[in-house]
């Protein structure tokens, strides 16, 4: 009987250029830079330009890759109907960005056109408005009318600025960028897989996107920065973090922000995140709950220790998520979609990899069911137990 390698654990299933995860260094590397370099330095466009291209773009690059950007902020009207009409439903944001990504194919100029040329305006179209639907949908589902983009502003103070309405202090800015760009790809993560699987049948980008948000929603991948932050709040103080963590996982329930399927050492994101938080606390003068969430981190690694010895739960990339877009004014319910506005660019550049080399991704799996049950006509059955 072949073995089933539950949740594909150590399955290797794609050769990719994006990025490596060095689960046992606790080491990232993004299209070749370390996480540590990368992400506080460039801006999310130039990342994009190195994933989708395999290059840092040069002056000339960047300013044409921003001016194809630009008019792409801008939402379709029917992407910005669905959105009203999510925002009126009061739906999860995340779901509402799932409709509003599976709109962009809408006015795709050549849709059977599955060259280099034309998924690439796919992805400059999906990674420039992700951000305007996720902060449009914010204001609508607020009772705010959408504030339109502005050319003047990169991605992430641009993405501020749509939510708020007003112009982001440069350190909030930096600090969301160093997010967006920390974030942006992780090896074959569910929602990358997901998105490889979907195009890996010649389907098309926006399909594949739309499907990879679906897979980042749930709380054991993009949704759990927003329950991590609501822990270190309903803590408090360092002095409850002990009782707190011990009754939580006395109920069965997970420390969300904690464990990793392949990182058995410190996420190397988490650091990347704590120190632009540091330098954003610092600046902002929140000393207190930068301090509260660092001696909540110590004790959480401790009790999980007693809890599952040598299991080495270490924390990841999504408790830091959860200071830092606090301190750069986000509310917790927008996390995951904000997570999505890093990721797509990762998901993208995946979808363009798979489609250079593509093999249908189609694993397989043992039946454990019934053979040669007997056929009983309607009026003859009776309801079973499950
Ligand atoms: N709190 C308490 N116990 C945990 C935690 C946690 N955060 N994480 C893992 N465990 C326990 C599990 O209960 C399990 O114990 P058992 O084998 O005795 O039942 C053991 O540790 C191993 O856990 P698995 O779920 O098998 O490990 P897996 O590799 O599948 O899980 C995951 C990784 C899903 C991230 C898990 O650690 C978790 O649920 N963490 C909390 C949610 C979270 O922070 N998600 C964000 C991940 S980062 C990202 O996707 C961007």
């Not at 109920?251 to 995140?273: C, I």
């Amino acid at each position: 009987m072949a073995t089933v390698i539950k949740g594909l654990e150590g399955v290797v299933a794609a050769e990719t250029r994006l990025s490596n995860v060095d689960g046992l260094a606790g080491e990232l590397t993004i299209a070749g830079f370390p996480v540590e370099t990368l992400a506080p330095r460039a801006s999310y466009e130039e990342v994009l330009h190195l994933l989708w291209r395999d290059a840092l773009p040069t002056a000339g690059q960047l300013a044409e890759l921003r001016s194809k950007m630009l008019p792409q902020r801008t939402l379709p009207p029917g992407t910005l109907e669905i959105i009203k009409e999510a925002a009126v439903a009061r739906v999860h944001p995340m779901d509402a960005l799932r409709m509003g990504c599976a709109t962009l194919s809408i006015g795709d100029p050549a849709p059977d056109d599955s060259s280099f040329a034309a998924n690439l305006d796919r992805a400059i179209k999906l990674a420039a408005s992700f951000p305007t639907i996720v902060a449009s949908f914010w204001r609508l589902k607020a009772g705010q009318t959408p504030v339109p983009p502005r050319d003047d502003l990169g991605h992430a103070a641009n993405y501020l600025y749509m939510l708020t309405g007003q112009e982001p202090a440069p350190a909030a800015a930096g600090a969301l960028e160093t997010y967006l760009n920390t974030v942006v790809d992780h090896g074959l993560n569910a929602s990358t897989f997901t998105a490889r699987v979907i195009v890996s049948t010649q389907s098309d980008m926006v399909s594949a996107v739309t499907g990879a948000i679906g897979a980042l929603k749930g709380p054991l991948h993009g949704g759990a920065p927003g329950p991590a932050l609501d822990m270190v709040f309903e803590i408090g103080r360092p002095e409850k973090a002990e009782a707190y963590l011990k009754a939580k996982l006395a109920r069965g329930e997970r420390l969300m922000g904690f464990g990793h399927r392949v990182y058995k050492v410190r996420d190397p994101r988490a650091e990347v995140l704590a120190q632009a938080a540091d330098a954003l606390f610092a600046r902002t003068g929140d000393r207190a709950l930068y301090e509260l969430v660092q001696a909540v981190e110590k004790i959480a690694l401790r009790v999980l220790e007693e809890h599952k010895p040598g299991r080495n739960l270490q924390t990841n990339v999504e408790f830091y998520t959860a200071l830092l877009l606090h301190g750069v004014g986000l509310e917790a319910d927008i996390f995951s979609s904000t997570f999505a506005v890093g990721r797509v660019g990762g998901w993208t550049a995946h979808v363009l990899e798979q489609q250079r080399d593509n093999r249908l991704i189609r694993p397989a799996s043992v039946y454990i069911g019934a053979f040669n049950r007997q056929w009983l006509p309607l009026e003859s059955r009776r309801e079973s137990a499950n």
